[in-house]
């Protein structure tokens, strides 16, 4: 059944072939323009394609190939066969098949799934970037919240240094007034010591001047008592 299957597959391959194939002049110069040795070219998708040991259909078949299976162009036939080379499996093969099968860009079914890898990438990417952007915006908003935080108490601290800057102020008066009346208390003070010792000075002059003057008064009395001494009376009972 798998035989009959790949005969068929086979021979609608042929028949499409036979049917868009151009005269050879004609597919010689559009092979020369269009493939070029050492170029990669992909299988149509329109079915699987024979690759065959020369060129031509009546010669063996070597693989059948896939709709886009990558081939390696190693030689370009005026005839319009290509001979590739098709590598799978640590294996390598070569044969010839029409050019016409070949396109330059991969089937529509590789680049849809390489467009749909493309496109589950892109949304993987785009979910981080949203998750990231989340959690900017909670980091921004915590972050604004401690900022205005910041802010408030930077207005408090600014109040209160003005208030300390103020009283500061007084302070200040309040401390040159306070050194200024400690240095009059101390002039005070040595000029209430030195008006201490001119008052004991003063004192011990006084009580000198009132011992010479009692001094004096004594020693006058004494003068004056050796002068005017009353006489005594004798006594008759002496006289005898």
Do not use: H
Request: aromatic share 8%; net charge positive.
């Amino acid at each position: 059944m798998k035989k009959f299957n790949r005969f068929k597959q086979l021979t609608t391959s042929c028949l499409l072939a036979c049917a868009l194939i151009l005269p050879v002049s004609t597919v010689a110069q559009a092979a020369e323009k269009q493939q070029a040795s050492g170029a990669v070219r992909y299988v149509t998708d329109s079915l699987e394609v024979p690759m065959r040991k020369e060129p031509g259909y009546k010669y063996k078949i070597v693989r059948m190939l896939r709709s886009g299976a990558p081939v390696q162009v190693l030689e370009v036939s005026p005839t319009g066969w290509v001979r590739v080379q098709y590598q799978t499996k640590n294996k390598t093969y070569e044969g010839w098949m029409p050019s016409i099968l070949l396109k330059n860009q991969p089937i529509a079914k590789v680049q849809l799934n390489k467009q749909i890898e493309k496109t589950n990438r892109l949304e993987a990417e785009n979910n981080q970037l949203k998750q990231e952007l989340e959690s900017l915006k909670k980091r921004f908003e915590e972050t604004d919240k401690a900022l205005k935080s910041i802010q408030e108490e930077k207005f408090k601290l600014d109040k209160a240094y003005q208030t300390l800057k103020q009283k500061s102020g007084q302070a200040l008066e309040l401390d040159a007034e306070n050194k200024r009346l400690v240095q009059k208390l101390k002039e005070t003070e040595t000029q209430l010591i030195l008006y201490k010792e001119q008052l004991s000075e003063a004192e011990d002059t006084v009580k000198r001047q009132w011992f010479l003057t009692g001094g004096g008064v004594l020693l006058l009395g004494i003068i004056l008592g050796r002068f005017f001494r009353i006489p005594q009376r004798k006594n008759k009972w002496n006289s005898l």
